[in-house]
């Protein structure tokens, strides 16, 4: 037993001793061998639910797109917050409340976040169908004046009605490549989130249309968009490892202003199509909610260390 205190005692002390050793200079921790270790390029994430308020998204027989969101945002908090306790996160809502896109962008470039991940699920027009019921008597008239004849024929009859869609399954989007003029609007009004102390001394003096400050913001716009890419494809390996069906990372040419908007990488998934019966479930269910959260935090984690560690130089998504 006092062995044991003794033990616990000598490795407290050594732990203190070590700790003791790691001091943090100007965005460097250096540890006690003396090697600086550069801080995670991945501090601070935004996650957004989508929709809200009087703007549902898309309905399914018993929720709408904003609840499902919104659940899945929160459970995405949760496990970051467990699984990655160093990430700073930023939620746009907690609540069933409309925001504007502007007001997701503000938010977003107002906490200066490194990454951007909007969370929404899919839906697929209905399947109509007409099918063959039997024959009906049908009334026409033939002639005019005095000869004008009521007759009858038979004509077939039809019911109509309507199947949900089969499509399923999960996609994540990045903002087109076509869009990156508009992205680099947005990293220069937001110019103090993607400039290093350093870089942004030197770059202070220059107006905002020197040939300096452009090359910056498009290198920095080429490379947000390399990186948004490789989270997207990280994201659909994830959801494919957990049995989803994979209906790729795609480039969408419309509809995602916000991804423009925040000068930061941004995603945004798909988590499922509520017009699917079986996905509706799915999306509402707590073991649902948590699986697919899952995938994004196992892919959070290797976007993390890909920017950390190497290149995220990936091919560019499909355009859609
Ligand atoms: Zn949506």
Redesign the pocket.
């Known amino acids: 037993m006092i062995r044991k205190i003794c033990s616990i005692g000598l490795f407290s002390f050594l732990i203190i001793i070590l700790t003791s050793f790691v001091v943090e200079k100007g965005g460097y921790v250096v540890k006690n061998n003396g090697t600086p270790t550069q801080k995670s390029r991945l501090r601070k994430i935004v996650l957004d639910a989508?929709?809200g308020g009087h703007d549902g998204?898309?309905p399914g027989r018993y929720s709408t797109?904003k609840e499902v969101?919104l659940a899945i945002t929160l459970r995405l908090e949760e496990l970051l917050r467990a699984q990655m306790p160093e990430i700073e996160l930023v939620v746009t809502r907690r609540s069933d409340i409309y925001q504007h896109p502007t007001t997701k962008a503000k938010i977003a470039n107002e906490a200066k976040g490194d990454l951007f991940v909007c969370i929404?699920?899919n839906s697929a027009p209905a399947h109509k169908h007409r099918e063959f019921i039997g024959y009906k008597t049908e009334t026409y008239y033939t002639g005019k004046g005095k000869k004008k004849k009521k007759r009858t024929r038979q004509v077939k009859n039809y019911r109509t009605y309507t199947t949900p869609n089969p499509a399923k399954g999960t996609e994540t989007y990045i903002w087109g490549a076509h869009k990156n003029d508009v992205k680099e609007i947005a990293m220069k009004e937001n110019e103090s989130l993607y400039l290093d102390s350093t870089l942004a001394k030197s770059v202070a003096n220059f107006d905002a249309d020197s040939p300096e400050k452009m090359i910056t913001l498009n290198l920095k716009t080429r490379q947000y968009f390399e990186r948004s890419a490789f989270l997207a494809l990280t994201i659909q390996e994830e959801f494919k490892k957990a049995g989803r069906v994979d209906r790729e990372a795609l480039q969408r040419q419309v509809g995602i202003w916000v991804l423009q908007a925040v000068a930061m990488p941004a995603v945004l998934v798909e988590t499922g199509y509520i017009s699917n019966p079986e996905e509706e479930d799915y999306l509402n269910s707590k073991e649902g909610q948590t699986e697919i959260a899952q995938a994004i935090v196992n892919a959070i984690k290797r976007y993390q260390y890909s920017i950390d560690n190497k290149s995220t130089t990936v091919a560019s998504p499909k355009l859609k």
Do not use: T
């Open positions: 989508g929709h998204g898309a797109e969101a929404h699920c």
